[in-house]
């Protein structure tokens, strides 16, 4: 019965370890809770770097600014990945109508899509075609479309608990609904902003063309114009529909990752990745998205030299280039990697909005998630328990490639698709304690998985 006693004395063991888990974790809370720099340095990203999309004057801003941090928090090195990344500028500030048949005009609180074509000076007037799914668009075919604005109108699905699932259903309205409008002839597409409840704010976002189909302007309107503009389409009291952008896409130009780096001290080749991504659409401050995740990933690099933990593996914090409009920070982050032949055994994403936190999504194979699911009752005292299958982040999505496990911090997603790529996306719409406490919950999963490997 020796096995037994083995078994046994190994149970008791995992007990003890948990409970001296739990006391590290609860002081790796306290400390965030107590003495977080994450809400300063989220106003002082918001309020002095601002809007930063790709290629921005801004973003440089912000790579001063996110290194600055980096140094003050005495992390060993603090360098920058160069990168070359799409140059997308808005342009005079849009402007659009409906113009209905009673002779009237609607002016429609609109905004051009990320990447979109303007459509010159002139602008696009046209008739306007309503479309629900992508089954109807590819119906009506050229016949239908030809000459036309396409209107897609998209509502994200509210019966889903979590919003980003409406979100990937309907995003598609978005990033593929211009092009392939274009592919059947349209003069422009109008896209019902991606967000969850009605209000007066257009959401930007990327919209991608597909290179063998013509170019066409688009832009998003807010819910309550889609609401608007169907319901007059309904009653055909719409004669047609205007719209004017003067964005264009200029030559690529270099940017920058940014990343802090706490050298681990028995197994240092082994590269622990913590980020968000650093540049953020125009129309805001990118508060939520991403600076929240930009400044929570700092955080943990702070938690780790305040409480003196001489980590195993190498941590980094990275604040990466030009997720929005390219993704090619991300790619350039993997490109190194492999270059360098460097062993990433684990990346954690926050790219979700510094909202109260729910727990974590996992992208890595069975043995290692196994591993992980252990961990979970640590985390029920702060209400992260929430240990889900599921993607870690765009960022850190290409080091899948190489094998790294993944892993995405899950906030409450109840309010992001208000302010999400819109005006609103401002510090003040974010909770310093919730930001806290989601940066606290991410230095917990970070030290587990530092301190036991995966
Ligand atoms: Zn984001």
């Known amino acids: ?57 801004a973003y440089a801003k912000a790579v001063k600014i996110v290194s600055k941090m980096l140094k003050d928090m005495g992390v060993d090195t603090v360098y920058l990945q160069e990168c070359m990344v799409p140059h997308w500028v808005r342009g005079e500030k849009e402007r659009g109508q409906i113009l209905l048949s009673n002779g009237k005009k609607y002016d429609l609180k609109l905004t051009a899509l990320g990447n979109s074509v303007g459509t010159g000076a002139k602008g696009v007037t046209a008739k306007v075609i309503e479309v629900n799914t992508m089954d109807q668009l590819h119906k009506m075919g050229s016949a239908g479309i030809k000459g036309k604005i396409v209107f897609f ?32 002839g349209a003069v422009g597409a109008i896209v019902r902003s991606l967000a969850i409840n009605l ?30 503009l169907s319901k007059q389409l309904k009653n055909k009291t719409v004669s047609n529909a205007y719209f004017r952008t003067m964005s264009k896409m200029l030559p690529d130009v270099v940017d920058h990752n940014v990343i802090g780096e706490i050298r681990g001290s028995e197994f240092p080749d082994e590269i622990i990745t913590v980020g968000g991504h650093l540049d953020a659409w125009d129309l805001g401050e990118g508060a939520n998205d991403d600076g929240s995740g930009v400044v929570q990933s700092l955080e943990v690099l702070r938690v780790i030299k305040a409480l003196g933990i001489k980590p195993k593996r190498t941590i980094r914090a990275v604040g990466f280039a030009n997720e929005e409009n390219g993704l090619r920070g991300g790619n350039k982050y993997l490109e190194i990697a492999k270059a360098k032949n460097e062993k990433h055994i684990f990346a954690l994403e926050s790219d979700a909005g510094g909202f109260t936190p729910r727990g974590f999504s996992f992208d890595m194979t069975e043995a290692k998630r196994n591993k992980v699911m252990q961990w979970k009752s640590l985390f029920h005292p702060y209400g992260a328990s929430d240990f889900t299958i599921g993607g870690g982040g765009a960022d850190i ?50 030290w587990l998985v530092d301190q036991y490997g995966l």
């Open 153 to 184: 109108n998209f509502r994200m699905n509210p019966i889903h608990v979590r919003t980003f699932t409406a979100y990937g259903e309907s995003g598609v309205s978005r990033t593929r609904g211009p092009s392939l409008a274009g592919k059947y």
């Open 397 to 446: 999505g290409p080091l899948k490639e190489i094998g790294t496990a993944l892993a995405g911090f899950i906030p409450d997603s109840q309010r992001y698709f208000d302010i999400h790529h819109a005006a609103t996306d401002v510090f003040e719409n974010v909770s310093e304690r919730e930001l806290k406490m989601g940066a606290a919950v991410m230095a917990a999963l970070i």
């Open 1 to 57: 019965m020796k096995w037994f006693l083995l078994m046994y004395a190994i149970g008791i063991q995992s007990v003890f370890a948990q409970q001296s888990d739990s006391v590290m974790i609860r002081t790796i809370v306290n400390e965030v809770l107590t003495n977080s720099t994450s809400y300063e340095n989220l106003r002082v990203l918001s309020k002095q770097a601002g809007p930063r999309l790709a290629g921005s004057p």
């Open 199 to 228: 209000n007066d704010y257009p959401h930007t976002g990327t919209t991608v063309y597909n290179d063998s189909f013509p170019k066409i302007p688009a832009v998003a309107i807010s819910t309550n114009d889609a609401e608007y």
